[in-house]
C-alpha cells in the first residue's frame, strides 16, 4: 500500500467513524417512540376531524391537528424541585406530561402511550412527586432498560403490579386505612402474625437477634452476599443475573425459598484457612415460612417491607397517623394472647405457641437432624413450669450458649431466647403468663 | 506580489438570449482567485506552492505548528519501527484530551450532589455526550499506556544515553504526571468505582514517611490524620466534596498545565540535542522533512485517532453506583496503572510498597542515564552490545505487568487469589495463615541477601559459565526442593513458586552483574546493583510470600521496619 493510498484510506475511515458516531447519536430509542407518538395522534386528530360536527369543533380541532405536525422531538421531563428530582420518563410516555394533559389519561391503547385515569396520579402532583418517587427506576435514563432500572448498578429497579404500594407505606403513617394499598396492608398484618418482630426490630423497636428492618429498602446490594439466589439445580443454587441484585428481590427470596439455602453460613467451618480451626458459623436462623406463604403472600410482605426507608422526603410529604391506642381486652388471658403476638413469641415458637420453628444444630430430641433443631413448642413444655418459673424464664431469657447443640463442634444455634425483662413486664407478663398456662396441653397429674 | 489587483468577478455581458446563461463559473479559477487576494496572502506565504527543496524547508519553517522540526532529518528517522510514533502519539492524545475534556466541562459540575447526575445527563441527554465522555476515558487509558510503551522504545534505542540524559529525567516526570492526570480524572465522575480507585490511591500517601500519619516517624512531625499529606490531597479526612473540587481543579487546570509545560521542555530538548546519534551510513543523505516525516507522522496520528474514534462508539466507559462513602466494594482496586503497586501491598508494609518503592523507580528510571556508561547502542535496538541493560530494565517492565495482570485479573473479594475463570460468587477458603522469620535469621538474610549480592559480582574475577552455573543452580535447588518436601511436607506447586523466583533472582541478581557489571567504577556500581537487588528483593519476598506464606523476613516493628 502506498503512503497516498494510506492517507486517503485513513481519512475516510475517521470520516465513516465520525458518521457512525453521528447516526448513532441521532437514533436513540426515545426517538421513535415519539415519532409513533406523532403519528398516532396526528391520525387520531384528522379522524376526529372528519367526524367533527360543529364550526367551532373542526377549528379546535384543526388547530390541534397543527399543533400535532408541529411537534419537534425532544426529551422532555417531569421536574420535582423539593426532591430534586428530573425524570424523563416522559419522553417516551408521551402524552403522560403533567402540563399538557392534567388528567394523565390518553385514548391510546399502545404500552408507552397508555394511560387511564388513576385518582393516585391526581392526588399525588407530578410537580411535586416526579415519576420516580412512587415508581421508582431510573429517572434521568433515556433507554427502556436503562429508564426502568433492571439494569447493573442501578439498585432501585422499577416497582410492578402490587409492590408499588410500598411507595405508599413510604410516606403514608395510615396506609392500611388507604384505598389501593391492600397489599402493603396484608403484608403488615402477616408480619404481625408472623412474629418477625421478635427477632426483626422496626427503627430500635422489636428483637435483637437479627437486623433492623426499618431502613430495609435502602440496604446496598455490595452489601448482600447473592451466591445462592439465582435457580437451583437440585442443592446447589446459583447467582442472579447482576441486573437483578436489588432489595426487592432479595426481600422476596426469603418468603420463597428456604433461607438456610439463601444464607448458607459456614455450620462446617469449611471456609478456614489450611491447617487453622475457626469457629462455624450457622446459616440463617430465620424459619422457613415459604412453605405456609403463598406468591400473593410473599409479594405483600416484601411491598410493605420496601417501604422501609430512612426518611428521604421533606416533612410536609408525610401523612402522619395517630399513634395506634393500646386496646382494652376483657379477661387476662385475651391480653396475654395480644402480649403474645405484640412481641412476636411466633415468630420462634410459631401461632399461639403450637409449633416450635426451626433452630439450626439446637438439639430438640435424639431423632433430629442437626438442620431440624426446634424452638419449645409452648403448649408442650408451658404445662411443666410453676408461674414463678415462668416469669423468671422470660425475664432472664436463654442466651444461645445455653443451647444443647445436636453437633458439639457445630456452630452455634442461631435462634435463642431474648432477655425480655426490658420489654415484657408488670400486667403484661402477669397476662402473658396467665395466656401461656391457658393454651398448656393438659399435664398428667401423678 | 499583491500589486496586480486581484480581477472582480463581474457578469459577462450576455451577448446570446439564452435565458440560463448564468455568469462563467469554475473552482479553479475561483480558488486562483481567492488565493492571490491580500486576505490569503497575509496568511500563508510562499504561496503558490511550488516542490522546490527551497519551498519544503520553508513549509516547515514559517508554520508555526511545524516549526518544531528540523528541515531536514536523516533518512533512519522515516523508519516506523524506529520510534513507532510514540512520541508524537503521547502528544496528540494530550491534545485530543483537552479538546474532549474542554468540552466536557461544559456539561460537568464538580460537586458531590451534581457530578453523578451530570455523567447520567452525558449518558442520556447531552447530544454526542456519551461518545465525549467515551472519547476522553479511552484516550487517557490509551495515553497511559503509550507513554509507557515510548519509554520502552527510548530505552531499547539507547536514546537516553549522552547528552540526552536530562530529557530522559523530564520524560520520567512526565510519566508520573500522566499517570496523575488520569487519577485524578478517575474521581470526577462520583461513582462507587472512582470514590474507591481514589481511596485506596490516597491512602497509601498517609504511609509515607514522616509526612502520612500511618509512616514510619509521623510523630516527628507531629503528624495526625487531619494534618498529614493525605489530609492536603483530599482536603479532609476522607474522600468526599472538598476531594471533588481538588481532584477537578488539579486535573483540569494545575496538572495539564505543568505537564503541558514539561512537554515544550521536552520537545525543546529533543530538538536541541538532536537526532544524529545512530551511526552513519557511508553516502548517507538527509531527506526534508516535509512532506517525508510529516506524511508519516499524519498517518500515524490518523490510525490513532481512527482507533479512539472506534473504541469510544464501541464501547461505553464503566459508570457504577452512585458514590457512597458508608458502602466500601470488595474488593476495592486502583486505577489499573496502580494496581501493581496495590499488589505489591500484600507483600509489604503500606509505606514500603506505597511509598518507598515507587518513589525508588522514579529515582532509579532518572539514574539509568547517569549509570549506563555503556557508549553503545544508541540510535538503534541490539540486545547484543547492551544485554545487562535491556535484561534488567525488560524484566522490571515485565514483571510491573505481570503485577497489574495479577491485580487486575487474580484478585478478588478479600483480595484473596481467584483465578481469572473462577467466579467470585463462590467464597474461597482463607489463605494458609502467615508466619515471619525469626529475628536471628531476618537479620541474617537480609544481611546475607545484601552483603553477598553487594560484593560477589565484584569479587569472583573472570567468566563465569552460566551453563554450568545453572546446572548447579538445578542441583541446589532440587536438593532444596527434596529438603522442603522430606522437612516441611510443602505442596509442589509452593516449592516450583520459591524455586522459578529464586532462580530468576540468581540469574537477574547475580549472573548478569557478575558478567556485565562488575568493571564499571565503584560508585555507579554500588548504585546500580544496589537498586538491581532491590528489585530482585521485592520479586523474592512475592515468592516467600505466595509460596512459603512468609510474612516478613525482618520485623522490627519498634523502627516500623517489617520487610
Known amino acids: ?446 | 506580489m499583491s500589486d496586480t489587483p486581484a480581477p472582480t468577478p463581474s457578469p459577462a455581458p450576455a451577448p446570446a438570449p439564452k435565458p440560463a446563461a448564468a455568469p462563467q463559473f469554475s473552482v479553479d479559477t475561483l480558488i486562483k482567485e481567492a488565493t492571490n487576494g491580500q486576505i490569503w496572502k497575509s496568511m500563508f506565504r510562499n504561496w503558490p506552492w511550488q516542490d522546490t527543496a527551497r519551498h519544503r524547508a520553508r513549509h516547515i519553517v514559517d508554520n508555526v505548528w511545524l516549526h518544531l522540526h528540523p528541515t531536514k532529518v536523516r533518512p533512519r528517522a522515516l523508519e516506523t519501527t524506529f520510534t513507532w510514533g510514540l512520541g508524537g502519539l503521547s502528544f496528540l492524545l494530550y491534545l485530543l484530551l483537552t479538546i474532549t475534556g474542554v468540552l466536557l466541562m461544559f456539561y460537568y459540575r464538580p460537586t458531590v450532589e451534581l457530578a453523578y447526575q451530570d455523567m447520567k445527563d452525558l449518558q442520556f441527554a447531552v447530544s454526542f455526550g456519551i461518545f465525549l465522555r467515551n472519547n476522553h476515558r479511552w484516550c487517557a487509558h490509551a495515553m497511559v499506556t503509550i507513554v509507557i510503551l515510548h519509554m520502552v522504545r527510548v530505552f531499547l534505542t539507547g536514546s537516553y544515553k549522552k547528552p540526552r540524559e536530562f530529557n530522559w529525567g523530564v520524560g520520567v516526570i512526565l510519566l508520573t504526571l500522566t499517570l496523575f492526570l488520569s487519577f485524578t480524572g478517575y474521581l470526577l465522575p462520583w461513582d462507587q468505582l472512582a470514590i474507591w480507585a481514589v481511596t485506596v490511591g490516597t491512602n497509601m500517601a498517609a504511609a509515607t514517611p514522616f509526612l502520612g500519619n500511618e509512616g514510619p516517624f509521623a510523630n516527628l512531625l507531629g503528624m495526625k490524620i487531619n494534618n498529614d499529606v493525605r489530609f492536603v490531597l483530599l482536603g479532609g479526612t476522607t474522600v468526599g466534596a472538598n476531594t471533588l473540587l481538588r481532584f477537578y481543579v488539579m486535573h483540569c487546570v494545575l496538572v495539564p498545565l505543568v505537564t503541558g509545560a514539561l512537554i515544550m521542555l521536552h520537545f525543546w530538548r529533543v530538538r536541541k540535542d538532536t537526532f544524529s546519534a545512530a551511526p552513519r551510513q557511508p553516502d548517507e543523505e538527509k531527506v526534508d522533512v516535509w512532506p517525508h516525516l510529516v506524511v508519516r507522522e499524519y498517518i500515524a496520528a490518523a490510525i490513532c485517532v481512527a482507533f479512539v474514534w472506534f473504541v469510544s462508539v464501541a464501547f461505553d466507559a464503566p459508570l457504577e453506583e452512585l458514590a457512597n462513602p458508608n458502602v466500601t466494594p470488595n474488593p476495592s482496586k486502583a486505577p489499573w496503572y496502580f494496581l501493581g503497586l496495590q499488589e505489591l501491598l500484600v507483600y509489604f508494609d503500606p509505606w514500603i510498597a506505597g511509598v518507598l518503592i515507587p518513589g525508588l523507580i522514579i529515582k532509579g528510571l532518572c539514574a539509568i542515564p547517569y549509570l549506563d556508561t555503556n557508549p553503545k547502542g544508541v540510535g538503534y535496538y541490539t540486545w547484543k552490545e547492551r544485554p545487562f541493560a535491556n535484561a534488567i530494565f525488560m524484566f522490571g517492565i515485565v514483571m510491573w505487568f505481570v503485577l497489574i495482570y495479577i491485580g487486575t485479573y487474580c484478585r478478588g473479594p478479600n483480595y484473596f487469589w481467584y483465578w481469572p475463570w473462577e467466579s467470585w460468587l463462590i467464597h474461597k477458603p482463607a489463605p494458609p495463615p502467615t508466619w515471619s522469620f525469626p529475628l536471628w535469621l531476618g537479620v541474617l538474610s537480609i544481611a546475607g541477601y545484601a552483603g553477598l549480592g553487594m560484593a560477589l559480582p565484584k569479587l569472583i574475577k573472570g567468566e563465569i559459565d552460566w551453563k554450568k552455573a545453572n546446572w548447579g543452580f538445578g542441583v541446589f535447588f532440587l536438593v532444596l526442593a527434596a529438603a522442603m518436601k522430606i522437612g516441611g511436607d510443602i505442596e509442589a506447586w509452593r516449592i516450583i513458586v520459591v524455586g522459578a523466583l529464586l532462580w530468576m533472582t540468581f540469574l537477574f541478581g547475580f549472573l548478569y552483574p557478575q558478567r556485565y557489571l562488575k568493571d564499571i567504577d565503584f560508585m555507579r556500581y554500588q548504585i546500580a546493583q544496589s537498586l538491581n537487588l532491590m528489585m530482585m528483593a521485592v520479586l523474592l519476598k512475592m515468592g516467600l510470600r505466595l509460596g512459603l506464606d512468609v510474612k516478613y523476613v525482618l520485623e522490627l516493628p519498634q523502627f516500623n521496619l517489617n520487610i
Open chain 1, 1 to 446: 500500500m502506498t503512503k497516498r493510498q494510506l492517507f486517503y484510506g485513513l481519512n475516510f475511515l475517521i470520516l465513516g467513524l465520525s458518521v457512525w458516531a453521528v447516526v448513532r447519536d441521532n437514533t436513540r430509542e426515545w426517538k421513535d417512540y415519539q415519532t409513533e407518538f406523532k403519528r398516532l395522534e396526528v391520525s387520531r386528530l384528522k379522524d376526529a376531524l372528519s367526524n367533527a360536527a360543529t364550526d367551532a369543533e373542526k377549528e379546535s380541532l384543526g388547530a390541534a391537528l397543527q399543533a400535532a405536525k408541529r411537534q419537534g422531538k425532544a426529551i422532555r421531563q417531569v421536574l420535582a424541585n423539593d426532591l430534586g428530582k428530573a425524570d424523563r420518563c416522559v419522553t417516551c410516555h408521551v402524552g403522560l406530561d403533567p402540563y399538557a394533559n392534567p388528567g394523565l389519561s390518553t385514548p391510546y391503547t399502545e404500552h408507552p402511550y397508555k394511560a387511564s385515569e388513576v385518582p393516585e396520579h391526581k392526588s399525588h402532583n407530578l410537580t411535586k412527586f416526579a415519576c420516580t418517587s412512587c415508581h421508582m427506576g431510573q429517572g434521568l435514563a433515556t433507554t427502556v432498560e436503562d429508564a426502568h432500572g433492571r439494569v447493573a448498578h442501578w439498585e432501585e429497579p422499577m416497582l410492578t403490579g402490587p409492590s408499588i404500594q410500598a411507595a405508599c407505606v413510604r410516606c403514608h403513617g395510615d396506609f392500611k386505612t388507604l384505598k389501593g394499598a391492600e397489599t402493603a396492608k396484608r403484608g403488615k398484618e402477616l408480619i404481625d402474625r408472623l412474629g418477625c418482630v421478635g427477632c426483626h426490630s422496626f427503627n430500635g423497636v422489636g428483637g435483637e437477634i437479627s437486623v433492623d428492618l426499618g431502613d430495609i429498602a435502602d440496604k446496598p446490594t455490595s452489601r448482600i452476599d447473592w451466591s445462592h439466589t439465582g435457580e437451583c439445580h437440585g442443592e446447589h443454587c446459583g447467582a442472579l443475573e447482576k441486573r437483578d441484585w436489588n432489595v426487592k428481590n432479595w426481600i422476596e427470596l426469603h418468603f420463597t425459598r428456604d433461607p438456610i439455602v439463601l444464607v448458607p453460613g459456614d455450620p462446617e467451618a469449611k471456609q478456614c484457612a489450611p491447617k487453622t480451626k475457626c469457629e462455624p458459623v450457622s446459616p440463617s436462623g430465620m424459619p422457613p415460612f415459604y412453605k405456609e406463604l403463598s406468591k400473593e403472600d410473599a409479594v405483600a410482605i416484601t411491598a410493605y417491607l420496601m417501604g422501609q426507608t430512612a426518611n428521604k422526603y421533606p416533612s410536609d410529604y408525610f401523612v402522619y397517623a395517630a399513634p395506634a391506642k393500646e386496646p382494652a381486652f376483657a379477661n387476662p388471658t385475651a391480653h396475654g394472647q395480644y402480649v403474645f403476638q405484640k412481641y412476636g413469641c411466633a415468630g420462634c415458637h410459631g401461632e399461639g405457641g403450637k409449633e416450635g420453628r426451626r433452630n439450626y444444630n439446637a438439639k430438640a430430641n435424639d431423632q433430629t437432624k442437626m438442620e431440624e433443631g426446634l424452638e419449645p413448642t409452648l403448649t408442650k413444655v408451658v404445662g411443666n413450669y410453676t408461674r414463678e418459673e415462668l416469669r423468671k424464664k422470660i425475664h432472664d431469657g436463654v442466651p444461645a450458649s445455653a443451647i444443647a447443640k445436636f453437633k458439639e463442634d457445630g456452630p452455634m444455634p442461631p435462634l435463642y431466647m431474648p432477655k425480655w425483662n426490658e420489654k415484657i413486664k408488670g400486667q403484661e407478663l402477669e397476662d402473658l403468663i396467665t395466656y401461656l398456662f391457658s393454651i398448656a396441653e393438659k399435664q398428667e397429674v401423678w
